[in-house]
Each structure stands twice: as structure tokens, then as C-alpha cells.
């Protein structure tokens, strides 16, 4: 084919699909949805547009993470519970092991003392015992003799 062929070819071509394509404006509409044209609105599928998916994609991440907080919360909880049964139980073990001593004591006090031997001041034999009564009684007897002594000479 030779150039000239090739240059009018082109030159009627261009302006028949040109005006082709300008009759096929004229001919189709705008759909007010979606804002293609469409020549037969018939065939026409709308394809909107929207934020939907994103948006439901969105509240279902949302809705992951307020289920997870709820768990974690749930969990802190029972930890918080765990720990305030602990302190409890180890309080009670406090309070038990308290009543025991109490009570220990109480029966020391109450019960009675092993007896010890009488000791009687008037009897005692040790020259060396610090007991009061045995110390005064001893210096009453001494002073007793002494002056025993000066009234009989």
C-alpha cells in the first residue's frame, strides 16, 4: 500500500469513527446514580460507588477490638478477684493463728501454777536466803535477842 493510500485512508477514517462516536453521545445518557453513560438503560447495571465494605470492614475491626478489651477487662477482673480472696485467706490465717495465741495464753494464765514447796519464813535454815519475809523476820528475831541480851545483864 502505497503512502498516499495510507494518508487518505487515515484522513477518511479518523473523522467517520470521530462522528461515530460523537452519534453514540448523542444517542446514550447519564445515569444520575452512578454518572456513566448508558445508550440502553435496559442493559445498564449501576455500579455505585460507595464506602460499604471499607466501612462495614471498619465496625467488624472495631467490634474485634471491643471484644478484646471486654476480655481483658474480664481478665484484670478476675485477677483483682484472685488476689482479694489471697489477701482474705491470708488475713483469715492471721486472725486464726492471733485467736490461737490469745487462747494459749489465756489457758497459761488460768491454769494452775505447779505448787511450789512451803517455804515458811519461821523455818527457814538458809543463813544466805534473800527472801523479804525470811530477811525481816531473821533481823526482828536478831534484834529480838539483842536487846533480850541487854536487859538481862
Not at 119 to 125: I, L, N, S
Amino acid at each position: 500500500m502505497g503512502l498516499i493510500k495510507r494518508v487518505i485512508r487515515d484522513k477518511i477514517r479518523k473523522p467517520l469513527k470521530r462522528a461515530a462516536r460523537q452519534q453514540a453521545r448523542r444517542v446514550s445518557a447519564e445515569c444520575p446514580a452512578c454518572r456513566k453513560r448508558y445508550t440502553n438503560p435496559l442493559t445498564h447495571t449501576c455500579k455505585v460507588k460507595t464506602d460499604y465494605g471499607t466501612r462495614k470492614r471498619a465496625a467488624e475491626r472495631a467490634a474485634e477490638r471491643d471484644r478484646e478489651r471486654q476480655r481483658k477487662r474480664e481478665a484484670a477482673a478476675r485477677r483483682r478477684e484472685a488476689a482479694r480472696a489471697r489477701r482474705k485467706a491470708a488475713a483469715d490465717r492471721r486472725k486464726a493463728a492471733a485467736a490461737e495465741r490469745r487462747r494459749e495464753a489465756r489457758e497459761k494464765r488460768s491454769a494452775p501454777r505447779p505448787s511450789r514447796p512451803q517455804h515458811d519464813y519461821r523455818r527457814c535454815q538458809d543463813d544466805d536466803c534473800r527472801r523479804y519475809a525470811c530477811v525481816g523476820y531473821k533481823a526482828g528475831y536478831a534484834d529480838a535477842e539483842a536487846d533480850a541480851e541487854r536487859e538481862s545483864v
